[in-house]
């Protein structure tokens, strides 16, 4: 498998497709002009990607072997659990693949960029990004620990120790509920566990426009109490992927700071 440490090449890519949603914005943000042909089109979709809007001005695919080969790519980005069955068929016919690993706190994000910007030959960008990045998270960091927050969405998901929506509660001066509880990782938690911890904040999903019965869990009336005293919050798509909006992620978290709340 042809990974990030053997991608030197003697000259840049010139024809890059990229088919995860974290490689898209790590492409948007590092390759110059002409470089990057193509997109997902869910980094195309404003509900999962901070980029969406300038994800416009590219081919957007919908990840098929077939289509991709089609752009005539010299260079695929991918996620390490991109579909194995198309990464199997490009590199087959012979078209360079490089899977990003995924990012699991705020350190890492220099790691990210790092990385692409090598195998894109864009190594002074991801420079220049990095430094800016680490001058901001230094003004940002917590000096102490503060109130707590659940991670709770669709399904009640969340997520504990270990992950980089752990790593934005701590760095916008909150404790992780579930990481209390010891655990790590992503996981569930029960609406009884919500209302019995009752956290400062909850920070849920967006939901998608339409119903579903996955997030009808979100609008059960026991969360209203919350809701009525402001101690709920939505994430957005700025937390998913390492790259430098996740800190726009942790300024909008930070802002919903407050003391807790004597019931």
Request: aromatic share 4%; glycine share 10%.
């Amino acid at each position: 498998m042809l990974g990030l440490a053997g991608t030197a090449q003697a000259d840049p890519p010139r024809r890059v497709v990229s088919i995860n949603l974290c490689t898209d914005q790590l492409a948007m943000l590092l390759a110059g002009p002409g470089q990057l042909l193509s997109v997902s089109r869910i980094g195309a979709d404003p509900m999962s990607s901070p980029m969406a809007e300038v994800a416009q001005a590219f081919h957007t695919n919908s990840g098929g072997a077939e289509e991709i080969f089609l752009l005539r790519p010299d260079l695929v980005l991918a996620g390490r659990y991109s579909n194995p069955a198309t990464l199997d068929m490009l590199r087959r016919l012979g078209v360079p693949v490089v899977q990003v690993p995924m990012t699991y706190s705020l350190q890492e994000v220099p790691d990210r960029l790092r990385e692409v910007g090598r195998v894109l030959g864009r190594e002074d960008r991801a420079e220049a990004l990095i430094a800016a990045f680490e001058t901001r998270l230094a003004r940002i960091r917590p000096g102490g620990a503060g109130p707590e927050a659940a991670l709770f969405s669709a399904n009640g998901f969340t997520q504990g120790a270990g992950t980089l929506s752990h790593d934005i509660l701590q760095a916008a001066e909150f404790s992780n509920l579930s990481a209390r509880w010891g655990r790590q990782g992503s996981g569930y938690l029960s609406l009884e566990e919500i209302v019995m911890a009752q956290p400062d904040l909850i920070v849920m999903s967006r939901p998608y426009p339409g119903t579903s019965r996955a997030e009808e869990l979100l609008r059960h009336p026991a969360l209203g109490r919350f809701a009525a005293t402001g101690r709920i919050a939505t994430s957005g798509p700025d937390w998913t992927c390492g790259t430098p909006h996740v800190l726009d992620a942790v300024a909008r978290l930070a802002e919903a700071r407050q003391p807790p709340i004597d019931d």
